[in-house]
């Protein structure tokens, strides 16, 4: 499966954004998915993951309460809803995929569990 993200830009403290990440290529709804972010400097971070059935997601602590993910698998795209985003949050943000689901929920947090990623979409929070 390919993965195109969009939806980044520039936006003030407090505003909100949605990124997008379209999949083609195979039924996107054999497909776990999540999000990744990498701030200038710093390693590539869990955001959020939902898995291809039982409609739970998975969010990191820092969005908890801000960010929520969803999947429209009709239109084979994962979406990022991002809320009362601050300057911390700005980073390129990526989606990812991975066949089937994990073998446990912990493993969900980690990119090396993943197997197909997007190309990515800059966010940027301005103070």
């Known amino acids: 499966v390919q993965l195109q993200a969009s939806g980044g830009g520039s936006v003030p403290a407090g505003g909100s954004l949605r990124v997008s990440c379209r999949a083609s290529?195979?039924?996107?709804?054999?497909?776990?998915a999540g999000w990744f972010r990498q701030a200038p400097g710093k390693e590539r971070e869990f955001v959020a993951a939902?898995?291809?059935?039982?409609?739970?997601?998975y969010k990191a602590d820092s969005v908890k309460g801000r960010f929520t993910i969803s999947r429209d698998d009709a239109k084979s795209t994962v979406y990022l809803q991002m809320n009362n985003l601050k300057p911390e949050d700005t980073a390129v943000y990526y989606c990812?995929?991975?066949?089937?689901?994990?073998?446990?929920?912990?493993?969900?947090?980690?990119?090396?569990?993943?197997?197909?990623w997007g190309q990515g979409t800059l966010v940027t929070v301005s103070s």
């Open positions: 290529g195979d039924r996107f709804s054999l497909y776990s």
């Open positions: 939902m898995p291809r059935t039982n409609g739970r997601t």
């Open positions: 990812a995929a991975v066949f089937g689901t994990m073998y446990a929920d912990s493993f969900y947090v980690d990119d090396a569990e993943y197997d197909h």
